[in-house]
């Protein structure tokens, strides 16, 4: 079993998992945790989504809760708990023309019980098909209404031919609980750091269990490391897993500090930070040092409210969330449908995915206020050994030129991450500039106070 530490000193710094990643081995054992979790049934609520929580309880301490339906959470409510055990049309021969067997996408999420025996005519209203994608199967739901329907390809929708179906949805929708996965990693300091990740689609493979593996893998990593902050890690069903989770933990929503929501992280688009609603949080200006200049780029843009950012960036909330993403809402005609499958997942995009977010972290992580020690003007290194120090380090040139950075932005107002982005030069640079100057007792490095990190208020809807 890997060692867990508790955010303890004697712990090995991220910077050591940075150094010693290996991206080919992680991206194919991510791939395989997502090829596990693909036949899965999840919706909202059901066993499906609870034994998916469970599984990646293997890679992190993954604690599960339990809210009852009909719980009130703001101004929304807990949906009765759905399970579906078999779902299938067959004709009159006895052959299952749509089978849940096949793709647990063929079934209407939150469909009701079904037995009947119908013409292809009264069975057409519940049928749904891309028509541009003949081969394609959509992915549709009906949580919050009682309705019932099958999914599948239009091509098989054509060679349908008129006459008599055998129709049955064995499904239960009756009072039990929504399921929510935690994961918490308690760090030297209370200030928390949240990481989402919605876990409520079924056989899609990146939309969103690519982010759901890269979640875990990522609480797996700090788990082993020296932590600052506190991590906590929230796997919930989208829109109403959010929402319940906020109403009922009012005390730790108000010790995040930062926070990410992930979903599609697995597809070759380029990866991409959507700012948080406040628009220059501590994590957005990270984003624009760390991950926009990263070797394989990312793409900084706005806020968007499409997904669980919106319940955590909502006025009465105004946590600091942004977004890491790669095709993201709405960007591929594939999102919810059958073409979302195992091979738009590459194990390479999964394992630069969590890089990047490790890197983003490291700089969370290691980000200070600067303030200069030395005299009135600018203390002569080379006496000190400074030069001497940087001279057989691989970045000496980059090294050197961030030193006069450093010390002409060391006011104590001006933190790592501002002054990387200042000068353009990288923030591991900076940072391992800074460390030789701190070494040197000529600047000091003081912890960033969680309001100027843009973190959420005090106040805000109880």
């Keep these: 079993m890997t060692r867990r530490h508790e955010g303890r000193s004697d712990a090995p ?30 919706s909202i609520t059901g066993d499906g989504l609870r034994e998916s929580l469970r599984q990646l309880g293997e890679l992190a301490p993954v604690t599960l809760t339990e809210v009852p339906s009909g719980t009130n959470v703001f101004d929304w409510k807990v949906p009765l708990e759905w399970n579906v055990r078999k779902a299938f049309v067959a004709d009159a021969t006895g052959r299952r023309v749509i089978d849940l067997e096949r793709s647990s996408l063929h079934v209407v999420g939150y469909s009701i019980p079904v037995r009947r025996r119908m013409t292809l005519e009264e069975l057409r209203p519940h049928l749904h098909s891309i028509p541009s994608h003949p081969e394609w199967i959509p ?36 009072p039990g609980s929504m399921t929510l996965g935690e994961c918490v990693l308690p760090g030297e300091t209370g200030d928390e750091v949240l990481v989402s990740a919605h876990s409520c689609h079924p056989s899609l493979a990146n939309d969103n269990l690519s982010a759901m593996v890269v979640a875990a893998f990522l609480a797996r990593t700090l788990g082993q490391v020296r932590r600052r902050f506190t991590y906590r890690f929230l796997f919930a069903p989208g829109t109403i897993g959010a929402i319940a989770w906020l109403a009922l933990n009012p005390g730790p929503r108000r010790g995040v500090r930062a926070g990410l929501s992930v979903s599609c992280l697995g597809d070759a688009e380029p990866l991409t930070y959507h700012r948080t609603r406040q628009g220059d949080s501590e994590l957005d200006r990270i984003a624009e040092v760390v991950l926009q200049r990263r070797p394989g780029g990312c793409r900084v843009l706005d806020f968007a409210p499409y997904g669980d950012e919106r319940q955590f960036c909502s006025p009465g909330i105004d946590m600091p969330v942004g977004v890491l993403t790669r095709s993201g809402h709405g960007a591929s005609e594939k999102q919810h449908t059958s073409a979302d499958d195992l091979g738009l997942v590459l194990p390479s ?68 991450v501002d002054i990387a982005r200042r000068s353009s030069i990288p923030f591991a640079v900076v940072e391992e500039a800074a460390r030789v100057l701190e070494g040197q007792a000529l600047l000091r490095l003081d912890e960033i106070s969680a309001a100027r990190s843009g973190a959420a208020s005090v106040g805000g809807v109880q």
């Excluded at 998992?17 to 036949?39: K, N, Q, Y």
């Excluded at 992915?139 to 929708?157: D, M």
Aim: net charge negative.
């Design 349 to 416: 995009c999964l394992s630069d995915s969590l890089l990047a977010a490790l890197e983003a972290v490291h700089a969370l992580e290691a980000n200070a206020l600067v303030s200069s020690l030395g005299p009135g003007c600018e203390p002569q290194l080379g006496r000190r050994g400074v030069y001497r120090d940087l001279a057989m380090r691989p970045s000496k040139r980059l090294l050197e030129s961030a030193l006069p950075w450093l010390m002409s932005l060391g006011d104590g107002k001006h933190s790592l």
């Design 13 to 42: 710094p991220l910077r050591d998992a940075l150094v010693a990643f290996d991206p080919v081995r992680t991206g194919d054992e991510m791939h395989a945790w997502v090829s596990r979790l693909f036949p899965l049934c999840r």
């Design 139 to 174: 992915y549709r739901t009906s949580y919050y209404e009682e309705s019932w329907g099958f999914c599948l390809s239009q091509s098989t929708l054509d060679a349908m031919t008129p006459g008599d179906y055998d129709v049955v949805i064995d499904s239960t929708l009756a």
